[in-house]
C-alpha cells in the first residue's frame, strides 16, 4: 500500500510517496521529468545497497543516468563536497531540463537539493530518503544548504522537490542509532501541535522500533503531513514554521561544540527538546508528569537524553549563533502542555541558565 | 530629476531609481531595511570613490554598518571570494533581517547578490550598481551567480532585490573602455525589442558616451524599462527572457576562451552581436544596409567588433557548454530585422560555421 501526501505549495506543490519498494517503481518519478537524463546523487553506504534498485529500471526506461557517488557523513556536507557536484554536473554537461535525484539521507538530500537550487541557477530535483529522519523532516518543506565552519546550515536556499518518495524498505539496513535519531523528529511532531500523534506514538512506539510495516508507513504518514501543513502556512519561516525548531537551538550548540557528525542529529534533538522541556518546566508551562512523558516515550526509543557538559558561557555563545536570533536575543521553541509549542524569547533568562546550568 | 521605474513581479517587485546624487540619498533606501544593521560589499577600486557616501548618512542615522571590501575584477567572481563574504558575515553575526547592499559594477551585484540569496538560505539585498552595464543589465532581473572553472555564471539563484538606485554621476569615474561596454547592452535593448530606441540611439549616441545627464537618464531608464518587461513575464528564463542573451553565446565563448576578464563583458557582447547578425544575414534575415547601421552604432561607442580568431571547433565547443543548450543542439537568439530577435535552433549549420570561418 502506497499513502501519497501533496505539499500544498502553489505552483510549487508536489506529492511524498511513502511506503514499501518504491525505490524502483519508475512509474512514480517519470511524470516529473523533462528529458532523458538524470544524474543521481548519492554515498558510498548507499550506492551499494539501492543505487541499482533506482538506476537499472531507468536505464531500462531509455535514460541516461550520471551516478555522482559521494562519501558519506554530515563531515561532508560542506563546499568542498559540493563542489564536487558541481564538478560532476559540468564534466557530464548536465543542462537546465536535466533532473537531478538525490538517494539517501538528510546530508545528501541538503547537498543535492542545494546544489540543484544552484547549479544553472535552478535544475529540477527528486528526494528518495532512505533515512527515517530524512524522510519525516529533510526531504519536506525545501530546506537546503551546507555547513560552514562557523556554524550549521549557515548556507542554503529554499527550494523544492518535484516528488519525493519515502521507501520503506530502506529502513531495514539502518543502524538502530539512526531509526532513534529519526524517532526523535517524528515524536517533535506530537509534541509541538499533535498530542493524539504523541499519545499514539506512547502506545505504538514498540511497533515502530520494530519496523512494523503499517506502523511505519503511518508514522511517516503524520508526521510529513505535519511537517507539510506548517510549511505550506509558512515557507520562508518568518513565523510558526520556527516551531519545527523545538530543541534545535540546543541541538545545534551541542553538535557545534561536538563536531559535526558526533551526535547525530536526531540525538541532539533529543536532548535538546529535554533542555526546553525543562525550560518550560521552570517556566511553569509544562508538569513534572508532562516531563515523565516525553522522558519516557523518548527512552523508549533508545535516545541519549543527558546534554553533555560544555558550560552555560559556551551553550549559550553556540546558541547566540543560530538562524532563530531576532535583533540580538535568543529565541526559543518552548512548550505549553504536550502539543502544544511556541516561538518566544518572553522567557525568564536566568531560568535558561539555570537549565544549562543543571547540565553541569 | 529622479525617474523611477517598478519591475512588476508580483510579492518580489521593486523599484528601480535613476538619477544625479542618488548614493547619499538614504532616504530612498530607509523604507527597505528592516533593522539597523547593513553590510555593505563593495570592491578595492570603488570603496575610496563612493563607500563613505553612502555609509556615513546611514551611521548618521544610527545604523550598524559593516564594510566587507572584496578584491576587483571578474576573475574575483569566484567560490572563495563568495566564502570571503560568508566569513564576513558570520563574523559579524549578521541575522536574517541584516540587509546587505551591493555597492559596485555586476561582479560585485552578482556576487554580493548569490551571497544574500544563500546566507541563512536568504536575507534581503539592495543594488547600487555603479558602472553603466550594471545599471542597465545585472541589476534588474535577479540573476546572481559566481562563475567555475568549466564556465561562466555556471553557480547561481535568482535572487531579487528589495531597490535598485543607480546612480549616473558614478559614470563619471568609469574607464572609457567600460562605459563603452556598458553602452553594448543599451544597444542590445535596441536590436531585440525597440527600433524606435535603436534610432533614438543613432541619433543621441555622442552625447551619452559624453554622459548628457538626460541623455544619460533617459537611455538607463528606457533600457532598464525594456528588461524590467521581458523580465516580468518570464522571471526564470524558460521563454522570452533569452532574447536578452542576443551575442552572448558567442560572446561567452570568447570570454572563456581569452580567460575572464580580458575582454570586458560589454565588449565580448559586442563582437559576439555582429557574429549574430551575420548569421542572419546569412540566413536572409538581415539585409545589408541593417548591419552597416548595427556596426556603425556599435563603432560610435567606441566598441572593437573584431571577433578574436579562435578556429571553428573551438567556438562551438565552448558555445556548447552554455546555458542555452537545449538536448544538445545549440539554441541561437538571432536576429529578423533591427527591433526583432528571436530564439532558435532552426538555422542552416553550415551557415554558422561560414560565420565562425568567416572570422579567421
Redesign the interface.
Known amino acids: 500500500m502506497i499513502q501519497t501526501l501533496q505539499v500544498a505549495l502553489g505552483d510549487r506543490a508536489y506529492p511524498i510517496h511513502i511506503g514499501s519498494g518504491l525505490i524502483s517503481q519508475t512509474n512514480l518519478i517519470l511524470p516529473h521529468l523533462k528529458?532523458k537524463q538524470v544524474a543521481i546523487i548519492t554515498n558510498t553506504t548507499v550506492a551499494p545497497l539501492y543505487l541499482e534498485n533506482l538506476a537499472q529500471p531507468l536505464r531500462d526506461a531509455g535514460f541516461s543516468v550520471i551516478e555522482i557517488i559521494l562519501p558519506d557523513g554530515e563531515a561532508c556536507k560542506n563546499?568542498e563536497t559540493l563542489?564536487q557536484i558541481?564538478?560532476a554536473l559540468?564534466?557530464n554537461?548536465c543542462?537546465?531540463?536535466t533532473t537531478i535525484i538525490a538517494l539517501g539521507g538528510g546530508v545528501i538530500g541538503d547537498l543535492t537539493g542545494y546544489a540543484a537550487?544552484?547549479?544553472?541557477?535552478?535544475v529540477p530535483f527528486i528526494q528518495i530518503p532512505t533515512t527515517l529522519l530524512a524522510q519525516v523532516d529533510s526531504s519536506v518543506g525545501g530546506?537546503?544548504?551546507i555547513n560552514?565552519p562557523?556554524?550549521k546550515?549557515?548556507?542554503?536556499?529554499?527550494y523544492q522537490p518535484k516528488v519525493v518518495l519515502a521507501d520503506i524498505d530502506t529502513l531495514q539496513t539502518l543502524p538502530q542509532r539512526e531509526l532513534s535519531a529519526g524517532v526523535a523528529e517524528v515524536i517533535k511532531y506530537g509534541l509541538i501541535r499533535d498530542a493524539d500523534f504523541f499519545d499514539w506514538l506512547e502506545i505504538n512506539m514498540s511497533k515502530l522500533m520494530a519496523l512494523d510495516e503499517a506502523v511505519t508507513t503511518y508514522a511517516i504518514y503524520r508526521s510529513c503531513k505535519n511537517k507539510a501543513e506548517v510549511v505550506a502556512a509558512d515557507e520562508?519561516e518568518v513565523g510558526e514554521r520556527a516551531l519545527l525548531n523545538l530543541g534545535h537551538t540546543f541541538a545545534h550548540a551541542i553538535e557545534n561544540a561536538m563536531g559535526y557528525g558526533v551526535w547525530l542529529h536526531g540525538e541532539a534533538v533529543a536532548a535538546g527538546t529535554m533542555l526546553a522541556a525543562d525550560l518550560s518546566q521552570r517556566m511553569g508551562w509544562l508538569t513534572s508528569a508532562d516531563i515523565q512523558r516525553i522522558y519516557a516515550v523518548f527512552t523508549a526509543a533508545n535516545l541519549p537524553l543527558d546534554a553533555p557538559k560544555l558550560g552555560v558561557e559556551k551553550y549559550l555563545d553556540l546558541m547566540?549563533?543560530d538562524?532563530k536570533?531576532?535583533?540580538g536575543k535568543i529565541r526559543l521553541v518552548l512548550q505549553q502542555g504536550i502539543g502544544n509549542a511556541l516561538i518566544t524569547s518572553d522567557y525568564d533568562a536566568d531560568k535558561l541558565k539555570q537549565t544549562l546550568e543543571a547540565i553541569a
Not at 537550487?117 to 535552478?122: C, K, M, Q, S, V
Open positions: 528529458r563546499s563542489n558541481y564538478d559540468l564534466e554537461r543542462e537546465r531540463s537550487a544552484t547549479y544553472l541557477r535552478g530546506k537546503t544548504g560552514h562557523l556554524g546550515n549557515m548556507i542554503g536556499a529554499f520562508h547566540g549563533l538562524k536570533v531576532i535583533d
